[in-house]
Structures are given as C-alpha cells and as structure tokens.
C-alpha cells in the first residue's frame, strides 16, 4: 500500500545548484504534506511543510511545490550545500482525522559534492 | 531546544521476550507516537495517543503491542512477545497538536530480536 511515493533513491548534486527531490501520492484525502530530513542514526528532522490550500511555501533555501491535481509534490533546496547531504522523506495526513498520523515515502538519498 | 529523548539507544533481545521502550517527550506537546522504519524500509506510523488514550492506531499494532504514559513526563511502547520481524528502528514522535502540527521525533531505539 504505497499512498506515498519517492521513486528516486538517490540524488547527486553539485554544490551551489539547485536539488529537487519529488514526492507523488494517491489518497486524494491528504491534505498536509511535510518533508523530513534524515542523518544515519538520528531521528527526523522537520524541514518544511505545506497545506493543500496553498501551492508553494518558502523557507530560506527550501521550497515545496505542491500541485494538487497531479498529485505530485517536490522540495527545491537551493543553493545545495555539502550539509544537505542526506535521506529526505516526504510524508503526508489527513488532517480531518485528527490523529497526526504520517504516510512516509520510501526516501530519497541527497549527496551534495563540494 | 527542547527534544524528544528515547531509551535505550539499542536493545537486543531474545525472540519471546518482553521490551519496553521508552521516551521523554518535549515537555508541552499533548500528542505522542510511535513508528518504526525496518532496515531498507520506509518510516510506517504504529500508533499516536493523546489524553491518555489510542487515537489511532495501524494494523502493525496488533495484540503485543501496548503503549502508555506512566507518568507525565515519560511515553512507552511495549512489545510482549517479540517476534524477529520486530528488528527494526524505533522512533518516538511528539507535538502540541493533532494533524498540521509539526511532529519532532527522537533519535530513535534499535532493537534487534535473535
């Protein structure tokens, strides 16, 4: 039951240019997505979120795009910088339901070269 | 800033056994989860739990789990007879609200069944 999915694995950018990382989805109940950074044994980390109400939300280098009628959503990290180097996942919930729970995807490795 | 903490980092246990994991959630925050990532394997929600009680929970989280708050600081899962597909990363996840609240996740516990 994959309701959210990353269908690249892995990612190599240089240092300086843009990384886009995509997510798609099929429960067309979503409606909040996030993505989440990971490092190997930590938690992750909360990057960026956006509402269904919106199509774009901006946070410094970060930007997601999302666009509800393809059911696709993408994070821009721009410029990349060799820090960024890790597994980003996007997830999504339902919000009506009220219990927070997340969808993940399967993750994306990002490997930003100096 | 504050954060979630979980204990331990890594337990290995017999097959049949009992665990208990635990987590301090960020002090404020009213919602607390569950989810674990299988090596190789996307991050899948277990359970999330708010004013003492299950508000939801996924078809993992059959019969050998359980989880509760003791007190009003700690957050446990309970696994009363491991099975070796269990191995995995356990992570605990808190907010201060439902859906569209950001979830803050700690490190994370592994637990290895033999």
């Known amino acids: 039951d994959q309701q959210v999915k990353q269908n690249s694995p892995s990612l190599s950018v240089q240092e300086g240019r843009i990384s886009i990382l995509n997510c798609d989805y099929t429960n067309s109940m979503f409606d909040y997505f996030l993505w989440y950074k990971k490092y190997p044994a930590e938690g992750p980390t909360f990057l960026i979120s956006i509402s269904s109400i919106k199509d774009k939300n901006e946070d410094g280098r970060f930007t997601v795009f999302l666009n509800k009628s393809a059911k696709h959503l993408s994070l821009h990290i721009v410029p990349s910088q060799p820090g960024d180097s890790a597994v980003y996942f996007c997830?999504?919930?339902?919000?009506?339901?009220?219990?927070?729970?997340?969808?993940f995807g399967q993750g994306t490795t990002l490997q930003v070269k100096p | 800033e504050p954060e979630v903490t979980q204990t331990p980092s890594h337990q290995v246990t017999q097959m049949g056994q009992e665990v208990i994991l635990r987590c301090v959630p960020i002090s404020n925050h009213l919602y607390f989860y569950w989810y674990r990532q299988i090596l190789g394997q996307k991050v899948e929600f277990l359970v999330s739990f708010y004013n003492n009680e299950i508000s939801e929970k996924s078809e993992i989280f059959d019969d050998q789990f359980s989880v509760e708050r003791p007190d009003g600081s700690n957050f446990t899962l309970k696994i009363r007879s491991t099975k070796l597909e269990d191995s995995a990363m356990y992570f605990c996840?808190?907010?201060?609200?439902?859906?569209?609240?950001?979830?803050?996740f700690g490190p994370g516990t592994r637990l290895l069944v033999l």
């Open positions: 996840a808190s907010s201060d609200g439902g859906s569209q609240e950001t979830q803050y």
């Open positions: 997830a999504a919930s339902v919000v009506s339901s009220n219990t927070g729970k997340l969808i």
